[in-house]
């Protein structure tokens, strides 16, 4: 006779991601297309890295009220902005840093799976962390923005008095002071800056 075609909990097939065991990754009909349909616009990642002071959050407000001005959704995940709720318990340790990156990209990805501009401001350091973001995208749906602003500019400039902090020695492992930043080799966008002859954000 005919089994009823009944749901058998032992043909779910569930993974170990990281320390959750027993997940399920489940598909919606919604998908990453239908809301790019919606939206009438590609969902992708904007990524503005560079050191402290080069003016990532400006660029990061400026390109997100210029496309809202054409029709365009965005939303800006600000590294500073994120450490007061999402990146709170986090401190500025290499580990803590690295999963600091490490989550941004992993929301700007959802973001753009959305269908939103993601547009990212982080100072994002190290290669390998930018590099371990991009993957997490399709082909030309993250762009990676440099913006080559000379340290003794960003230290002139010193909005948030971080790099007087750090000469004296009451912040450790800053950025560009006792910490590297590593330049973008293959990014999409480089903003070149000069000592006297910076554009506007616009």
Known sequence: SMQPNIFSIDKLVTSTVGKSTNVLWHDCPIGQFERQELLNQKGCVVWITGLSGSGKSTLACALSRELHSRGHLTYILDGDNLRHGL???????????????????????????????????????????????????????????????????????????????????????????DDPYEAPSDCEIVIQCKAGDCATPK
């Open 87 to 177: 990146n709170r318990d986090l401190c500025f340790e290499a580990k803590d840093r690295a999963e600091n990156i490490r989550r941004v990209g992993e929301v700007a990805k959802l973001f753009a799976d959305a269908g939103l501009i993601c547009i990212a401001s982080l100072i994002s350091p190290y290669r390998s962390e930018r590099s371990a973001c991009r993957k997490l995208l399709h082909n030309s749906t993250f762009i990676e923005v440099f913006l080559n602003v000379p340290l003794e500019v960003c230290e002139a400039r010193d909005p948030k008095g971080l790099y007087k902090l750090a000469r004296a020695g009451k912040i450790k492992g800053f950025t560009g002071i």
